[in-house]
C-alpha cells in the first residue's frame, strides 16, 4: 500500500477540477484532502457535480479554510490572473500544479501585454517549470511549481517542437488553425456557450490574438532557437471535448511527409502518450476522448513545398487535468502514468 | 499476479465489443485471447476501432479459426439470432456470456413469437441463468451460460422489481417512456442511424411491440407473481450514449413516493452500481456515461395515486458489456467489480 | 400593395423576439416598427442576432422609448411575471399577443398558486383569450389581447381535447411524457442550460410540478366538463429545436387507435399546420423544424386498454412564434397561414 | 400569375433533392412535375421525406419513366460520374442545372485524373458553365447546362477570387482549412456517416487530395491568370449543416486587412447573398443556416506578413441546391432570388 499524498484542489468547480477528480478516482496515490470553490463554497460535490457522486469527497470549503500544513500537493485549478497571489501564499513545501495561465509565460513583458496588468509573483514565475511533460520530464521531476500547458499550446507544440529542433521544418511559416470542443471555456454561465448557440455550427474566435499565441510561440522560438511568429485560429466546435490542431509547415529542403512522420515517431518512440501514426492514418479527437493522449499525424500537401501535421488531444485531460496529473505523478516520483491508463471512450 | 483468463470475444466488431476491450484493458483478471467478425476477419482491431489502438489486441479471425481449448471465458456480441447455434457449438466447459437477446426469454415459445422463428438450442435455453446481477448474483456466480440483459430491459426493472416484489405498486399500471442514445442500435451502416438522420430531433419507434418487451415482462411477471403486461415506448435520442427509463406507476394504497424510495435505497443498500438518489436528486444519463452505474430517483406526481420512476443507465455499460464483465467475474470467482471501478465521464 | 400594420417586438433579445423576426421576414402585411430589449436597449439587431442581419430592423430600444401611439400590434416576449403591467399600461386600441404565461390561466388563484405572487391585472386577465388556434379561432378573431399557448400545452392539448370533448379518453388516466429541445429554456446565461451541461445527455425536469402543468389541465378539463389532473413530465433533449410529447390514454369501451385517429383526422381536416398521421407513420421533432406544423400519430399499446398519442412541434414556432403570428394573422383578418408555409427543414 | 416552367429533379431521394424540394415549395415560377429515384421508384415523397409530406408532391419514378418533352428545366442531382451520360440523353431544349461534379472542370484530363475514368460526354462539357453565380452571372443566364459548384468550391472562391483578379493577394500562398457539416456526404448508408461515429467529435479527412482541389485551383487559376496550386484540408463537423473556410492568405506588398475587405466589400455590394461583414464580425455557421447566404470576414494575423479570411455557407443552399436555384432563375430569366428569401434559422 502506498502513502498517500494528501491533495488539494482549488477551484474544483470547474471542469477541470472534476476531471481531476475522476482521474485521482483511480489513483492509488494521491488522497483527495481539501477541495476549494470560493462561491460554491459549503456545497458537497456531489451537489456541484452527480456524476462524481459516490467518492466520497470532501466538502467544498473556500482557500482559507484550507490547512496547507496538511497539504502536500495542490492542482491549482483557479480562473486566470486569480492565481498568482494565491500561490504566493502557499508554503514552500507543498509542490502546486497550475493549471491556470498565470506562470506559462517566461517573459513577464509578453505576460502584461497578453493580460493586462504586471505580473504579481515575479520571483516565483522564474522557479516555473513549463509542463509540456514529454518534452520536459526531468525539469518537471525537480520542480515545486509547474505550469501546466493550455490545451491549444500542448496540442501545437507536441507535434512542431521536435521537427525544429531539429531544423526539419522552416520556422517563419506556420500555420495553426484548431478546432477544441466547449468544454474549454470553462463551467462559467455565459450566453456564447450556451448549447442554443453551440449546438449545429462552428465559428473561429480570437482571430489574430488569442491568448494561448504567444505561449505557443514561447515553445516554438525555444525550440528553433530564434523568435518565431505563427498563424493561429482557434475555431469553437459543438462538442464537450476534444481539441485537433491541423497544422501547416514547410519542409526544410529536402525533406518530406515521410522524414517529419521518422522524426516524430523517434522523438516519442518511448512515450506511452504520445502517437504518431501510420502513412495514411487520420487522427480524429473522438479516438482519445477521456485519455491522455496525443495522436499526431503527418501528410503530404499537393501545394508544393508543403506538408500537413494533425494532432488529437481531449482538451480536459491531455490539454489540462491529464498532463497536470502527469506532471504531479513525476514531482512525487511515481510512475508517470498512474491513474491515466483508461482507454479512450467511444462512442 | 493473478493468473489470467483466456477469453474471447465473438461479435468484437462492434460497440459492445469495443466497449467490453475498453472495460478489460484495466482487468487484471481476463487475458484477450481472440477476436472475431466475421466481415472484418483478418483486419486489426487498430484499423476497425482506433481509439482502441496501443491495446495490443489480436488480430480479428473468423469463429472457426478459433481455438475454443485454449478459451475459458466467451463473450459473445453477435447479432440476435445468430448466436444460438454459435453457442450450442462450444465446448462444455467454456463459459458464457451472451450479449444478445438469444438466451433471454425463458419460454421459447415467447420468443418464437416475437423472433419469428423456432428456437434453435432451447435446451441450451434451460440452464441459461439471466443476468440482471443485483438481482441474480448467485445463480449467476454458478451459471456455465449468462443470458445478458438488454439495456431497456435493465434500467426498468432494476427500478420496478423490488417494488413488485414487496407489493408497494400495482402489476396493472406500469407505463414505462424510455429514451436511448442512438449505439443502442448497432455500428450496422443504416439510413436511419446516420447523424443527419438523428441529430437535432428525436422520435419514438417500435411503437406497441419492442423486442424488449417481453423480457421486461418475464422480469415484472416473476416480480409479481403473475403475468404483467405493461406500457413500453422507447424513443431514439440524438446522443451517444445513454439511457434513461421514466416509470409511471400506481402506489398501492397508503403508499407514498418516501416509502418506495426507501424500499429501493434499502434492496439496493449495499450494491456498488445501483444509486438510488435522495429525494429531489433526479437521475440524468450524463451523470452515468462511461460508468456501470444505475442511478434511481423517485417522485410524487401532481396527478392523484401516481408516482414517478426515474433511472438511468449507460446502455453501453451497464445496458450491455459492464454487466455483462461485472456477470463474467462473478462466473469465475472475481470480485464483482473489477475492471468496472471508473467514474463517470463529464462534460 | 397590403397595407402595413406597425409591429412591436417587446422582449425582442430572446429566442422567441428572434423566430417572430424570421417568420414575419417573409410576411407582407405586418411592418416591424418598434423592437425592445431592457438590457440590451442600444444595440442593433445585426451585433444581437447576426442571423438577422441584413433584414433592416430598427435598434432595440427600451419599453419606455416606443410611441405605442404609432403602434397597432404588440408581440409581447418578455419573461414570465413582468408582462401584466406591460400590457396593461398599453393603448386599448393596440392588439396583443402575449407569448409569456401571464394571461395564459383563466383563474387568477390558480396563477397564484403557480407564480407566487397574486396577478396584477385581473380585469385585464378576464378579456384575454387562450390562443390554441386550431381550436379557439373565432375568440381569437375577435380578441384584443391573446395569451399565446405555452409549447408543452400546445403539444398536449391538440392530440387530447377533440377526444376529450369526444368522450372518446377516459379524462383520469391521461400520462404525459414530454421531450423539448433546449431553445426552450430562453437565452438567458445559467449554468444549467451551458452546452457542456446538455449534450450528449438527457434527464426529465420540473417532476410533480411544471408550470405549464396547470395550463394543460385547464383545457382539458374544459373539454371533459370537469376538472382533470394529469400526470405530465418534461424531459430536456440535447437538440435546439422540437416538442414531442408521447401521450398514453384509455380509450373509452369499444373505441381502439383507429376510431381514436378518425376522431383527430375529422377534427383536423381542414387545418393547415395540424396534420393527422397515417396508420404506423411516427411523428418525429425534425419533420417539423422551422415549420408551424403539429404532426399527430395514433398508436395501439399491448398493454390492455390503453393508446399510444404521439405529437411533435417546433418549440419556437408552433408551440412560440409561429402560433404567435397564426393568431395575430386572425386579430388582423388576414390570412391565417400568412408568414407561415415555410416547409420544414431538414436534415 | 407566372407561367409555371415544369421541372424534374433527378435523383430527389437525397439531401440536396429534398433541399430544392424545400425552396421550390415557396416559388412561383417552377412547377415540380417529375421526381426521379432509382433504387426508390415508386415511392412516395411523404415516406421517403416525411419533413416534405403536404406538398402534394409527384411519386417517384425511375429517368426512363420521365417523359422529358413536357419537362422543360432539370436539377440533376445524381451521384457524380452517373451523370454525364443522363444529361446527354437529355432533349436540347432542356435546360439543365447540375449538381455533380461531372461537368465542373473544363479541362477533361483533369477529370480523368481526379475521377479515374475518361469523360463520357467531352462535347457537352464544351458548352457547360461553371455557376458560382455572383462571378459568372452573364454566362448563366445564357447556359442550357450549368455545372453547379460544390460546397467547399463555393466556400473558398467567393472571398479569393475578387483578391486575385485584383492582385491584392499572393497567388502561390493560400492556405485553406474547411469545415463542412455532414450533409455534404450524402443521405448514403456508411459506416463512416453513422450518429455514432461522428458525433462529439471533428477529424480532417482527404488529406492532401479531395476531389473539390482541382475545382478550386481551376478557379483561381482562371483569376490569378496563371496556374495555381492550394493547400486545402476538409474537416467533418458534428452538425447537420453549414461550412465555414478559414483561408491563410499573404496580402500583396502594401496591403493590409483593411484594403482587403474593402476590395470584397465592393466586388459584392450589391449582391443579395454575399455579405461581407465588418470589422472584427466574425462569420459563424449557424448564422446561415437554411439560407442562401455568404457571410465573408477579413481579420489580420500577428504572424508577419498574413491576413485571414474566414467565408460560412449552408453546404445545402449556396454550396448546392440554393446555387442550383439561383442559377436556374436566371437561366429562366426569373428575379434571381425568387424562392430564396428565407431567413436564416437560428437557433
Known sequence: MMEQINTAILGASGYTGAELLRLLAGHPGFRVSALTADRKAG????????????????????????????????????????????????PDRVKVCDLSADFRLADIESYAEW???????????????????????????????????????????????????????EADDIVIDALSGVSGAGRAAKEANLYTEV?????????????????????????????????????????????????????AAGVGPAELRAALAEAYRDEAFVRVLGEGVVPATRHVRGSNLCLIGVFPDRAPGRATLVSAIDNLVKGASGQALQNMNLMFGQPEGLGLAQAPLFP
Open 43 to 90: 456545497q458537497t460535490m456531489d451537489a456541484v457535480f452527480p456524476h462524481l457522486a459516490g467518492l466520497d469527497l470532501p466538502t467544498l470549503v473556500t482557500i482559507d479554510q484550507v490547512d496547507f500544513d496538511r497539504i502536500d500537493a495542490v492542482f491549482c485549478c483557479l480562473p486566470h490572473g486569480t492565481t498568482q497571489s494565491v500561490i504566493a501564499g502557499l
Open 115 to 169: 493580460y493586462g496588468h504586471p505580473h504579481q509573483a515575479p520571483e516565483l514565475q522564474k522557479t516555473a517549470v513549463y509542463g509540456l511533460t514529454e518534452l520536459a520530464r526531468e525539469a518537471v521531476r525537480a520542480a515545486r511549481l509547474v505550469a501546466n500547458p493550455g490545451c491549444y499550446p500542448t496540442c501545437s507544440q507536441l507535434p512542431l517542437i521536435p521537427l525544429l529542433k531539429a531544423g526539419l521544418i
Open 199 to 251: 449546438a449545429e455550427g462552428v465559428h473561429p474566435y480570437g482571430l489574430g490574438g488569442h491568448r494561448h499565441l504567444p505561449e505557443i510561440e514561447q515553445g516554438l522560438s525555444a525550440a528553433a532557437g530564434r523568435a518565431v511568429r505563427v498563424s493561429f485560429t482557434p475555431h469553437l466546435m459543438p462538442m464537450n471535448r476534444g481539441m485537433l490542431s491541423t497544422i501547416h509547415v514547410r519542409p
